[in-house]
């Protein structure tokens, strides 16, 4: 369960400097967290939903993680766009006896995100070997 408010480096920018959120509402297994000090008309904004599908060995669970943060844009200061970012964990709980397997490709897009190779070291500033193809639509 997430605190109300996360202010203890449990949210970080690119350049590793905690950033505050506080839940602004829950509706079931769904949760919205804003940065503390956005600007109102430019949220920025964190979301975490969960929802479940079938019974039995059939059940799935799709767990999602997102950030959302409004900005103006470069080129038309009249325009207001959003940059948006998420993870998905799609688990066939029905066939789990536990999360290792998930736990697994969890830490292997983690790794890929925040890392280059050997590394041990965590790199908020997007330059781990996915971040940075994210970034620059690179294969």
């Keep these: 369960m997430l605190a109300n408010t996360l202010v203890t480096n449990e949210i970080k920018n690119a350049a590793g400097t905690?950033?505050?959120?506080q839940r602004l509402k829950s509706d079931g297994r769904s949760t919205e967290f804003g940065l503390i000090t956005e600007t109102p008309s430019l949220p920025h904004r964190m979301?975490?939903?969960?929802n479940e599908?079938?019974?039995g060995l059939s059940r799935r669970r799709r767990s999602v993680a997102r950030f959302d943060k409004?900005?103006?844009s470069s080129y038309d200061?009249?325009?207001i766009v959003t940059c948006s970012a998420y993870v998905v964990l799609?688990?066939?709980?029905?066939?789990e006896a536990d999360d290792t397997n998930c736990k697994e490709v969890l830490a292997n897009l983690m790794s890929g995100l925040a890392s280059l190779g050997a590394s041990t070291t965590i790199l908020y500033d997007c330059?781990?070997?996915l971040a940075t193809n994210l970034l620059s639509g690179g294969i």
């Design 90 to 95: 799609d688990r066939p709980i029905g066939h």
């Design 53 to 55: 599908t079938s019974s």
């Design 18 to 21: 905690e950033k505050e959120f």
């Design 47 to 50: 979301k975490v939903s969960h």
């Design 70 to 72: 409004s900005f103006i």
């Design 127 to 129: 330059t781990g070997t």
């Design 77 to 79: 200061t009249t325009k």
